[in-house]
């Protein structure tokens, strides 16, 4: 289930060996796919939806973070593969909590620091040494939530956001302090799409309180109150992405809303396609779609109503593609149940 990265040489992919009891990452050629190294730790446990990762991995420099879904935090040499070092996010920040799911927040590099949030009781929220794994600081809270924390100036003031399991929250980098907090809806969300900042704005879109923009003070505190709402777009996985002006949001259907008009709806279309989870990728003036069963649909994000340029299939019978495909130029990598594959976007490609 863990998103593929990649650069312009390689890609890395998670898997599972050894009867489902180690976690596995392979660093792959980009352009022939062929092994670079491979990264291998013991890793037994039993989870919801199986044991393989969820995050994405994160490269920086000449550093690749790595999270594994029993809470391994694993930094490795982008090169080699070489390990630099390894925390155990359950152990080393007290996580009592059980979470069915495991731990899903993908790593985050904010001014120098990573940015994890196990969920402990006295660290809710860490800033770790990239280079050594050491704690900077650690913040008390709530358990995680299965969403990743993102980073960006709101209000004039750089600040981590996202949700714990109950609540949304943003929280500053330089000291870890809770800067503010928004109680959910209904306590009962797993809260896993990713927010999105535009135009100094929150968008933030969850299972029951729908597609919600909110603004922010000049010292950087949220206002309770949104400045806008769509009630029906209310995802349970699938995290939204900007074009322009526009929102594009699947659950169960996709929606194209207005951001310059109050959330207001452009369009809803319905697929077959959209009732099981999809992932997103915006450009310009296009969104690329990938769906469950592996077929890459791309519409038009400036039409007015839904309009499908293409759509192809590209793994045979795949029927759960839940991890997030990477993007580098043209090339496409998606990863199946069982294979990743280098998909040509060129509009020449045969």
């Known amino acids: 289930m863990a998103g593929v990265a990649a650069t312009q040489d390689v890609v890395l992919v998670a898997d599972r060996e050894l009867d489902d009891t180690v976690d596995v990452w392979k660093c792959l050629d980009a352009a022939t796919g062929k ?25 920086e420099g000449d550093r690749v973070f790595l999270v594994g879904a029993h809470g391994h935090v694993t930094c490795v040499h982008l090169e080699t ?26 790593p985050l590099l904010v001014d120098g620091k990573l940015i994890l949030n196990p969920g402990g009781p006295a660290a809710s929220v860490v800033a770790l040494e990239p280079a050594t794994g050491k704690t900077i600081w650690q913040t008390p809270g709530r358990p995680a939530s299965y ?23 943003g929280w500053d980098p330089a000291t870890g302090k809770r800067l503010w907090t928004l ?20 968008i933030v879109t969850t299972e029951s309180d729908g597609a919600c923009i909110y603004g922010f003070t000049d010292d950087g505190l949220i206002i309770p109150q949104p400045l806008a709402r769509f009630a029906d777009h209310k995802p349970d996985t699938q995290s939204a992405v900007v074009v322009g002006s526009r929102l594009f949001g699947v659950s169960h259907d996709l929606y194209c809303l207005d951001l310059a ?23 310009p003036d296009k969104v690329l779609i990938s769906t469950g069963s592996a077929e890459l649909m791309l519409i038009d994000a400036r039409a007015d109503e839904f309009k499908i340029i293409s759509r192809q299939p590209v793994l045979e019978g795949e029927s759960g593609l839940l991890s997030h495909p990477a993007l580098v130029g043209k090339r496409l990598f ?17």
């Not at 630099?84 to 909590?97: D, I």
């Open 261 to 283: 008009k109050s959330l207001q709806l452009v369009y809803e279309a319905q697929e077959e396609a959209f009732v099981d989870h999809v992932s997103l990728i915006a450009s």
């Open 183 to 202: 109680d959910s809806v209904s306590a009962d969300d797993f809260n896993v799409p990713t927010p999105l900042i535009d135009n100094g704005r929150l």
């Open 334 to 350: 998606l990863r199946g149940s069982r294979e990743i594959v280098c998909v040509d976007l060129a509009e020449d490609a045969q």
């Open 147 to 169: 969403g990743s924390l993102i980073a960006g100036k709101l209000g004039g003031k750089l600040q981590i956001m996202g949700h714990d399991k109950t609540t949304l929250g």
């Open 35 to 59: 092994p670079r190294w491979t990264v291998r730790y013991l890793a037994p446990g039993s989870l919801d939806y199986g044991n393989s990762a969820r995050t994405t991995p994160l490269i």
């Open 81 to 106: 593969g070489k390990q630099l070092w390894q925390r155990n996010m359950r152990t080393a920040f007290g996580v009592t909590e059980p979470m069915a799911w495991g731990f899903c927040g993908s």
